[in-house]
């Protein structure tokens, strides 16, 4: 059998970081290997669990490019499988009926000398079945417990390496509670087993789980599967990533501008040593992964190197997709009429360079669709207080206005500007300053000649002009 591994959330909440790491190692794990990505929602807490939530899960992982190859399997149209599963230990004696009440075993636990440790006393473990058979006529109503062996529970786990528990440490745990109504273990067991998972990648916080998942396999007559647990995420304050971060769901930053790629970087870079190369081609990151690979400590989420890497994978779009992401956007920054107008190729390939965030690169492109944006008060203070200067550049508007269409690029525009600033006696910053002001209403910008390029001879003149005008208002 090859390899088949699953992702199997819980629909009660969004598809957020740690969830969506561990899906995709999973979904790598499947590629790399030529094997099988399963996904399962383990959708049984009927009062917490949403279509919503579920419908949000899949999108986020669509989003991602994490398609999956099976399912989605709903734990909820298999309760079958799980009674079966439970009706066969408790055949083999690998597990009993226990008729202890919620309130009993809760006096039982303060009664001990330590109730923080205390466990599950085993009492209805040696009830016969004549007794359990009477009990049950008599209107009790059990819960099944599993009887966990004393030997050890160790695996080579294909993260942290050789683990291994004592059963004894363990209480015998519920498989099916009073209700009728399978317990965690039971569930993801079972369905491991009926869909051939061979490899379990999750979360390290289900290290704790583990020992009990394997007695379970043992008990049910068969091999576990290979364990790997991967770190935890910690936040910047080094603590385990929580809803104190602000942390979003995929989705959310989706919407707040991230791209998928950058996205899908950071988490495969959370969860193995794949280079420092920054953002990297997805079949680039599934080429280099492996289990070798997956890191055994804990790895920082930190939104800032999110927000970098967004800058960088967008130098992977094509800016007739990079304009399609932008729509939405700029639309919530459009002042005039609709329809908004499309910025150009050229005005993407330019402005992208700075930004981080499709917002960010939304409201830099602006100046490309519209005269109506504001020019930076503390710039017109420095770099267009000057009336000299202001003069220099009147008579670089006129020489750009006699540079033919067909010359409107980069290298002849930028030989323009610094022979003319040589003809000012001037440094050809002195211009290069107040051309961008007026040009973007910002002191800081990508290549002044890239910018002169994508602007356009038209709308570069138009807006030197309206910033000329501005600029000597504000000087009487």
């Not at 990505?37 to 992982?61: K, N, Y």
């Not at 294909?158 to 009728?180: C, H, N, T, W, Y």
């Not at 583990?210 to 936040?235: C, D, M, N, S």
Request: proline content about 6%; glycine content about 10%; aromatic content about 6%.
């Amino acid at each position: 059998m090859g390899v088949r591994v699953r992702f199997a959330p819980s629909p009660t909440g969004h598809l957020h970081v740690g969830g969506a790491r561990t899906a995709l190692v999973n979904w790598l794990f499947a590629r790399k290997m030529g094997g099988t990505f399963i996904l399962r929602v383990e959708d049984t807490d009927a009062e917490r669990s949403t279509p919503e939530m579920t419908r949000g899960i899949l999108d986020g992982l669509a989003w991602l490019g994490l398609d999956w190859d099976e399912g989605p399997h709903y734990q909820s149209e298999r309760a079958g499988l799980y009674r079966e599963n439970a009706l066969k230990l408790l055949a083999s004696g690998r597990a009993y009926r226990c008729f202890c009440s919620r309130e009993a075993l809760e006096a039982r636990k303060n009664a001990s000398p330590q109730p923080e440790a205390w466990k599950y006393d085993r009492r209805c473990r040696g009830l016969g079945r004549q007794e359990s058979d009477r009990l049950i006529d008599s209107g009790e109503t059990p819960v099944i417990r599993f009887a966990v062996p004393d030997g050890s529970l160790s695996w080579i786990d294909a993260v942290k390496g050789p683990i291994e528990i004592q059963g004894s440490e363990l209480e015998d745990f519920v498989l099916i509670r009073a209700d009728g109504t399978p317990t965690y273990h039971l569930s993801v067991v079972s369905d491991d087993l009926d869909m051939g998972i061979t490899h379990v990648i999750r979360g390290e916080d289900h290290i704790s789980n583990t020992p009990k998942q394997i007695a379970l396999y043992r008990g049910l007559g068969k091999e576990p599967p290979v364990f790997g647990h991967l770190p935890l995420i910690l936040g910047a304050d080094r603590k385990k990533l929580s809803k104190r971060h602000g942390v979003a769901s995929v989705l959310a930053y989706r919407d707040e501008g991230i791209l998928d790629l950058a996205l899908f970087n950071v988490l495969a870079q959370l969860g193995a040593n794949l280079g420092e190369e920054g953002c990297l081609p997805a079949e680039t990151i599934r080429e280099r992964f492996g289990l070798s690979v997956l890191k055994t400590s804990a790895s920082v989420f930190d939104v800032e190197k999110l927000r970098w890497m967004n800058g960088q994978a967008m130098g992977f779009v094509r800016p007739s997709r990079l304009s399609d992401l932008l729509a939405p956007f700029l639309d919530k920054l459009w002042r005039g009429n609709p329809p908004v107008p499309v910025p150009s190729n050229e005005a993407i390939l330019a402005m992208r360079t700075r930004a981080h965030t499709l917002p960010e690169l939304a409201e830099s492109l602006l100046p490309f669709l519209t005269e109506d944006f504001p020019l930076d008060a503390e710039g017109l203070a420095k770099r267009a207080s000057d009336p000299a200067v202001l003069d220099g550049v009147e008579r670089l508007s006129a020489r750009f206005a006699e540079v033919p269409g067909s010359e409107w690029l980069p290298a002849p525009l930028e030989r323009v500007l610094r022979s003319h600033a040589e003809r000012e006696g001037i440094k050809a910053g002195e211009l290069i300053h107040p051309v961008r002001l007026f040009l973007l209403g910002t002191t800081q910008s990508p290549g002044i000649f890239d910018v002169l390029h994508a602007m356009g001879k038209a709308n570069t003149l138009a807006r030197l002009s309206r910033g000329l005008a501005v600029a000597r208002k504000r000087l009487k």
